[in-house]
C-alpha cells in the first residue's frame, strides 16, 4: 500500500470494493486485473479496457472474456508495441 494511503478496507465483492473505493476515500481509478473480473462491464463499472497480448498461443487456460448478456462497443484510443513483440490496446467503453 502507498505510504501516502490514508485508510484501509475490506470489501467481499468487487463491486462493494468499488463503490466504497469511490465514495468513502474518492479513489478516481481503480485496476481489475484477471479474466473473470472483465465481468464487472456487466455492472458497468469499467470506463477503460486495457488489453495486453504476448506473441505466444497458448492451447487452453481461462477466456478473457466470459458470456456477456450484451454487447458492449469499445473504442480504440492508443496501441503500444514493444520491443519484445508485446503490443498493448487501449479501449474506452463508448457511450
Same mark, same amino acid.
Given at each position: 500500500m *502507498?505510504?501516502? =494511503?490514508?485508510s484501509v478496507f475490506i470489501a467481499t465483492t468487487?463491486? @462493494? !470494493?468499488? =463503490?466504497? =473505493?469511490? @465514495?468513502?476515500?474518492g479513489v478516481?481509478?481503480?485496476y481489475v486485473d484477471g479474466g473473470i473480473t472483465i465481468q464487472r462491464f456487466q455492472a458497468d463499472l469499467v470506463q477503460r479496457l486495457i488489453i495486453t497480448r504476448? *506473441?505466444?498461443l497458448? @492451447?487452453? @487456460?481461462? *477466456?478473457? !472474456?466470459?458470456?456477456l448478456q450484451r454487447d458492449i462497443a469499445l473504442r480504440r484510443v492508443a496501441t503500444r508495441q514493444y520491443a519484445s513483440g508485446l503490443v498493448q490496446s487501449e479501449y474506452v467503453v463508448a457511450a
Open positions: *502507498p505510504s501516502q =494511503a490514508a468487487l463491486d @462493494g !470494493f468499488v =463503490a466504497r =473505493a469511490k @465514495g468513502d476515500v478516481r481509478h481503480v504476448i *506473441p505466444e497458448i @492451447g487452453a @487456460g481461462i *477466456p478473457l !472474456f466470459g458470456a
